[in-house]
């Protein structure tokens, strides 16, 4: 079938969120100041260079040169691999393994579209990655959210035109993301973040019930 479902990895198929906001916590402390939690919001969907800038700009440290800012992102980064270290099939959010399984046995075909450079890790870790056709993520773009390119580069992957792809998002820029890239997207959270998505769920469990066949 030439049809596919494309899923974000963050806020869709696990909540990372949590130990990245942990993880900038930590570093934003190291560097004297304090990242607050109703900013942690500002980095949900967004590459982890512009999340260091996000963080930055909340201790008024924006002037570091490019080469302390790679080292803060990579102790960043150390920190998160440290917090996921744990992670397992227990940590896949309410249905995204039913739905899954359910879209795959009816022919759709499946795809990773996600920033994070350790998206393939994760759905290693998750135990689901055998449940993926392809995995775009932050490793093979080079342009973020909401940029399209994430998302054409898995319907490229997939042999799939955009126009027959559903993509997975809970981010603003995610939404953006998979309209600019021509593709139907279903909203996963708030109506205010996701204007723009065809069909807006307040949780993944809800994909179960969703009417996705009429995207098609
Ligand atoms: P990494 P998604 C995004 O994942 C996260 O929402 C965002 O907070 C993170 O900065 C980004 O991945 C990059 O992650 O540092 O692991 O490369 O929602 O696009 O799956
Ligand atoms: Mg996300």
Redesign the pocket.
Known sequence: MNRAFIF????VVVNT?KF?YQAWKQLAQSLGFDFPEEKGEL??????ME?LEIVLEAGEMTHLKAVEKEVLADSK?RL?LDFISGLSNEDILPGIYEFLLRIRSEGYRTALG??????GLILRRLGIENLFDVIAD?LSITRAKPDPEVFLTAAEGLCVNPGNCVVVED?RA?VAAAKNGGMHCIGIGKEEVLKGADLILKHTGLLLEADYKSFF
């Open positions: 974000d990895l963050d806020g969120a990245h980095l949900k969907g967004v590459s982890r999340s980064n998160y996600s920033a994070s450079k350790s998206g932050g981010a995610g």
